[in-house]
């Protein structure tokens, strides 16, 4: 076990990145590394989850909530819109979690939560009644 990855992960990093750098993979903590490569992966899955959520609660509050609807609103929907569209250019494999149903079905369930704590109501529909295609293009707003 490397003690330094333990105690300060980043001290750790630069280490690893000067024994790479200098051509010293002997030295390189393997196991380590292939573990921050993973959580790479999974900080950016969980970006698009939490964006992604944001967007689905402010269209359930725009669709259950219509006297409510107001420029805040339609501003959180297109910032979200925006940044998932600018996450998913930067890393387009994260398209193959939108396709994913058990991960979309675990997106849908903390959007739910979210639009349930922020409006009181518990009226939504337990499936998602939108696809990710529909709720990411910039002229859907649901009546």
Not at 10 to 21: G, H, K, M, T
Not at 26 to 54: F, T
Not at 55 to 75: D, E, I, T, V
């Amino acid at each position: 076990m490397n003690h330094r990855y333990e105690t300060d992960v980043i001290a750790w990093a630069e280490e690893q990145v000067a024994f790479l750098r200098a051509g010293n993979l002997a030295e390189l903590d393997i196991e380590h590394i292939a573990e921050e490569i993973e959580d790479v992966g999974k900080g950016e899955r969980r970006e698009l989850a939490s964006r992604l959520a944001v967007l689905l609660a402010h269209l359930l509050k725009w669709q259950f909530q219509p006297n409510r609807r107001g420029n805040s609103w339609r501003r959180t929907i297109k910032e979200q819109r925006r940044a998932i569209a600018a996450h998913l250019i930067e890393t387009p494999s994260l398209r193959t979690s939108l396709r994913n149903d058990n991960w979309f079905a675990g997106v849908w369930a903390d959007a739910l939560t979210r639009a349930i704590d922020e409006t009181g109501l518990d009226l939504f529909p337990q499936d998602c009644p939108w696809t990710p295609e529909q709720a990411l293009s910039p002229d859907f707003y649901p009546d």
